[in-house]
């Protein structure tokens, strides 16, 4: 699909994932490298938002530095899937949710300000609805990037090293919720920011800087919707990995073209037993399924069981909540 569509627009989806520009007027940037003017690539941009095929420009933030996240599944009947998932999407923190292949069979990434909240939202969705919630932390990441070319060969997505967490400070948390909740698509977007926070615009702009170098905000760009241009068959691929490794592992996964991230999480014992995951992106089920033996031929992963969770149904995709709605409005 993504052959198929404009090559302005495939331009501005491929070409702009990262490095977004860092400046009062950052669309002008955009614009001279695919040639149009500033009014122009900005309403392709909310063209290609309204058609849902990006999220929006903004950016990402590491995961458990400015608040609290976890991957969690349930085993829903599938007479009660659309209700489950329904009472889970109506958690504001949860930011993702997908139906997978698997008995445990739905997934979703909930994040909070805090671990209080965090644990609070998990037990009200297992309290409304019966069904046991696995709170799968993060523990190590190897790839936490999801940004990936959409045309030409694999590549080993790009990897940042660990964060420098004595850069944030508390007064980063809104903007960081705005950052993730995406800029408004105006010629001066951190201008807009900054009159939403009563900051001034030199100094969001710092601070996105600043909390970009520090790994803290993992990229800045156009966030894309790949099941829309033609990635839609995914895979969250779960496998079995003794602690002693576990680094060994986790390293080579990340490093091999086509797998789009990578981490450990925490383990049920006796419930749910991999402690590893790793994402493939495809446009197909075989392709997908060629990266995942490819990868299961590395030496690192040897011998190692491993499962393949296939997307069924997406039924929320959004960013990240590093704010209440009342603190929000404070």
Request: charge should be neutral.
């Amino acid at each position: 699909m993504i052959s198929r569509i404009d090559p302005i627009d495939r331009s501005l989806l491929d070409d702009f994932q990262r490095d977004f520009p860092l400046v009062a007027r950052p669309f002008v940037e955009l614009a001279r490298q695919v040639g149009l003017s500033e009014d122009e690539v900005l309403e392709r941009l909310r063209a290609l938002q309204a058609a849902g095929r990006i999220a929006r420009v903004g950016g990402t933030v590491r995961p458990n530095t400015a608040g609290a996240s976890t991957l969690a599944a349930m085993a829903v009947p599938e007479e009660r899937m659309v209700e489950v998932a329904a009472r889970v999407g109506r958690e504001l923190g949860v930011n993702h949710s997908y139906q997978r292949e698997n008995d445990w069979n739905l997934w979703f990434v909930a994040t909070a300000p805090d671990v209080a909240r965090l644990e609070t939202c998990l037990n009200g969705i297992q309290s409304d609805t019966g069904l046991e919630v696995l709170d799968l932390r993060l523990r190590r990441p190897f790839n936490i990037d999801l940004g990936f070319r959409l045309t030409g060969d694999r590549r080993t997505t790009p990897r940042r090293g660990e964060p420098d967490l004595t850069v944030l400070r508390e007064s980063d948390r809104p903007l960081l919720h705005a950052m993730s909740q995406g800029l408004a698509l105006v010629s001066r977007p951190f201008a807009a920011l900054a009159d939403q926070l009563g900051w001034q615009e030199d100094d969001v702009i710092a601070r996105v800087q600043a909390l970009l170098a520090a790994g803290i905000l993992t990229r800045i760009g156009v966030i894309v919707r790949h099941r829309s241009v033609g990635w839609s068959s995914n895979a969250m691929v779960v496998w079995k990995v003794p602690q002693d490794r576990m680094i060994a592992a986790g390293e080579a996964l990340a490093n091999h073209p086509g797998v789009t991230l990578c981490y450990e999480r925490a383990t049920v014992p006796g419930v749910w037993d991999y402690s590893l995951y790793s994402m493939i992106h495809a446009r197909s089920r075989s392709e997908a399924l060629e990266i995942l033996a490819s990868a299961s031929e590395m030496p690192e992963l040897a011998g190692i069981t491993r499962e393949p969770l296939f997307s069924v149904r997406c039924f929320k995709q959004t960013g990240a909540m590093l704010q209440s709605r009342q603190e929000r409005a404070a």
